[in-house]
DNA sequence: ATTTTATTGTAAGGGCACCTGATTAAATTT
DNA sequence: AAATTTAATCAGGTGCCCTTACAATAAAAT
């Protein structure tokens, strides 16, 4: 049973680097192509994650590891062709289906944009580093738990596979 | 000199954290009343946790504290007086002010909804928290930093008080 | 060959966080 | 008293994520 002070200290700390880092991140990009702006988590970004994973998906592939509805990715599957970072093209094998390709600005955007290394790390030394990564790991496990326990038990292998997959490849 | 190997597991971890976090946070409040899910960090929220902190600000006050355009500032604060978390009356010394003021469920809002301690916090031991609690107090610095750094020194002191002001309020 | 199912697309709408421009009303300057 | 500055508002717009409803086309099943 923790120290529930401790806790709050953390939760504490925790609440105030989103906070902090949200406000850093407006800077940052402030004056920025507005294209980088969008989180990788969600959207538009999570489409370019999966891609970048596994190009050539279809809509409808997209839409199934996504969890998104067909409408919503066909809307962000447009606005990034429309940014140039995916090309859209028929299939010929089913020419229902259209296949979502990345172009080398997105696949550049995929993974250089999230690929970076933040700055704030630097003044983190080796040991906290590991402290750090081990930390994060047995809280990223507890969230995996959360969601797996949920009513939405498929979600738990679709959002862990497309992150861990993007994970993996990036830092390996 | 931190291992770049290091850094590169600890930011990994990091994007990690933030999508399943983020997966997480949508399961749970997938049905809720829709108004706990706003982040705090923006828009109604941080007026929210700016009144919390100062009640009674004006609504130009507001604006200045928290970097918004005075329209910004009117539309948000109106959508959280057709919420019930927050009143509008005019000042009797200057009439042209508004003053905005919480309702008893918004102060509870804004401090309850965000001095929840989130559930995976319950899987770290006490040193763990303590190395967690020490790490985000460097990175936060950190961020700080670049955010004074910035070309806008005078966001620096706004985000930082309005930030800090929160934090030490709700857990001391 | 006709019905059913799958994949996309289009239209419309809701909610969110912003923003600019023009206007009103009250206070302050001159 | 007249001109100016200030606080707030109205109108309208952008972009984001996401939903429901419906139509079109192509493949699969009957």
Redesign the pocket.
Known sequence: MPNLLKQKNAAGKLIEFGMVRHVADNIAHRDSD?VE???MF?????ILIALSQNDGL????L?TRLD?????T??????LVKKNLVT?EK?T???????IRLTDSGRKMATTESSKVPEFLNVLSDEELDQLTSILTKINSSLYDEINNSDQPTLFEKSQQVIKDHIRDWFL
Not at 58 to 61: A, N, V
Not at 74 to 79: D, G, L, Q
Not at 93 to 99: A, F, L, S
């Open positions: 507005n702006r969008q989180s969600q959207g538009q970004g999570k279809s809509q409808k592939e839409a998104l509805t067909a409408q919503s066909a809307e962000f599957v447009n606005k859209k299939s094998k089913d020419r229902r289906m259209t296949i």
